[in-house]
C-alpha cells in the first residue's frame, strides 16, 4: 500500500507575517507577474475569488510545462493555506498531491515566517520526490518577502 509523504522548509521572513499571509491569500493574481517564468495563467473552474472551496485551473512550468486543477482549502485562524490537486498533470504520479503554506507571525519583536510543505502519494515507486515544487515555494516566500520588504520601504 502506498504511504503518504511530506517534505518541507520553513522560510524566515523580514515582513510582518500578518502582511505576508494577506498578499498570499488575497493577491494570488500578482504571481503571474511576480514570477513569469514560472507561472503562466490562472482561472477559476469553480469560485470567484481564493477564498475556502474555490477551484482554480493553472499552466505553470517547473522544467517541464504542466497544468492542474486545485481545490483552495483555508484555515484563517492558523493563516494556512492548502493546495489540493483535483486534476492535471501531477495525477500521472502521484495518486494524492498537496501544498500546505502556513503563515506564523512573529508580531512586532518575533520573527516571522512561512512553512511550505508538499504532501503526495506515489503512483509508482519510481516517482521521484517533487522537490521541484518544494523549491519554488521557497522561490515564492522569498521573492514574495523581498517584494513586500521593499514596498514597507518606499
Known amino acids: 500500500m502506498a ?16 502582511k505576508f499571509y494577506d498578499f498570499f ?11 513569469p517564468q514560472n507561472l503562466q495563467s490562472y ?6 475569488g481564493f477564498t475556502h472551496g474555490s477551484v482554480t485551473h493553472w499552466k505553470y512550468d517547473f522544467g517541464i ?3 492542474v486543477k486545485t ?3 483555508v484555515d484563517e485562524p492558523n493563516k494556512a493555506v492548502i493546495f489540493e490537486c ?3 498533470d501531477l495525477l500521472k504520479d502521484f495518486e494524492m498531491f498537496q501544498v500546505k503554506v502556513e503563515v506564523r507571525d512573529g508580531g512586532k519583536n518575533g520573527v516571522s515566517s512561512v512553512k511550505w510543505s508538499v504532501g503526495f502519494m506515489k503512483a509508482d515507486e519510481d516517482v521521484a520526490p517533487p522537490h521541484n515544487y518544494l523549491q519554488f515555494g521557497v522561490k515564492v516566500c ?5 517584494y513586500l520588504s521593499k ?3 518606499n
Open 43 to 48: 482561472k477559476f473552474v469553480e469560485g470567484n
Open 142 to 146: 522569498k521573492g514574495l518577502d523581498a
Open 86 to 88: 483535483v486534476e492535471g
Open 25 to 35: 491569500l488575497n493577491k494570488m493574481d500578482s504571481y503571474i507577474h511576480l514570477f
Open 65 to 67: 510545462p504542466a497544468e
Open 3 to 18: 504511504q503518504i509523504c511530506n517534505i518541507s522548509e520553513e522560510v524566515k521572513l523580514n515582513c510582518c507575517g500578518d
Open 71 to 73: 481545490r483552495l482549502l
Open 151 to 153: 514596498q514597507i520601504m
